[in-house]
T-cell receptor, first 113, second 115 residues
Framework: KNQVEQSPQSLIILEGKNCTLQ??????????LRWYKQDTGRGPVSLTI?????NTKSNGRYTATLDADTKQSSLHITASQLSDSASYIC????????????FGKGTSLLVTP | NAGVTQTPKFQVLKTGQSMTLQCAQD?????MSWYRQDPGMGLRLIHY???????DQGEVPNGYNVSRSTTEDFPLRLLSAAPSQTSVYFC??????????????FGPGTRLTVL
């Protein structure tokens, strides 16, 4: 069972609209959570990092939130643009030794004109 | 900085053939890893390395070998290609494996088809 669950699996919205992507995780002990954006045919790129003490962080039109108590994060995209069409991947890092990254399967977002 | 580079971008193999996917980074990162990405499966870890001379297996290591003789290079070898290895392969590097310095920098990917 994947310990980092993302929803929805896919989403279609009109250009200019807002949307929110969800990431729920069960892994512990928690170190940080990153959201990556992956454009078609390219490697993922980090959008934002959330640590245990942070509730919200913005990167332009992208705003990430974290509730470490309920183990939930969201990525809110404001005033969507066609260039936001991509896959968004949630990655949770554990605070243990060795390989500590846990990947969600991603949400595929399509922004249409 | 070129970041993380991968070659080739595309490759077609026949079942049973072997090949090496190349990965290099110029950021002096200690941590490097290989992932495969399949539709509906997300990114899955194949092998990783925490420094030159040190490698370890990930979630799906069967059929693949790695070595890390230098900090910069981390090649992935397919020993005897199988159709199940048809996938997109990504190499990534980071300053650390954990903590706030563990942002993964991904290469552009290699799209591999095994016939």
């Amino acid at each position: 069972k994947n310990q980092v669950e993302q929803s929805p699996q896919s989403l279609i919205i009109l250009e200019g609209k807002n949307c929110t992507l969800q990431c729920n995780y069960t892994v512990s002990p928690f170190s940080n959570l990153r959201w990556y954006k992956q454009d078609t045919g390219r490697g993922p790129v980090s959008l934002t990092i959330m640590t245990f003490s942070e509730n919200t962080k913005s990167n332009g039109r992208y705003t990430a939130t974290l509730d470490a108590d309920t183990k939930q994060s969201s990525l809110h995209i404001t005033a969507s643009q066609l260039s936001d069409s991509a896959s968004y991947i949630c990655v949770v890092t554990l605070s243990n030794s060795g390989y500590a990254l846990n990947f969600g399967k991603g949400t595929s977002l399509l922004v249409t004109p | 900085n070129a970041g993380v580079t991968q070659t080739p971008k595309f490759q077609v193999l026949k079942t049973g053939q072997s090949m090496t996917l190349q990965c290099a980074q110029d950021m002096n990162h200690e941590y490097m890893s290989w992932y495969r990405q399949d539709p509906g499966m997300g990114l899955r870890l194949i092998h990783y390395s925490v420094g030159a001379g040190i490698t370890d297996q990930g979630e799906v290591p069967n059929g693949y070998n790695v070595s890390r003789s230098t900090t910069e290079d981390f090649p992935l070898r397919l020993l005897s290609a199988a159709p199940s290895q048809t996938s997109v392969y990504f190499c990534a590097s980071s300053y650390r494996s954990g903590g706030a310095d563990n942002e993964q920098f991904f290469g552009p990917g290699t799209r591999l088809t095994v016939l």
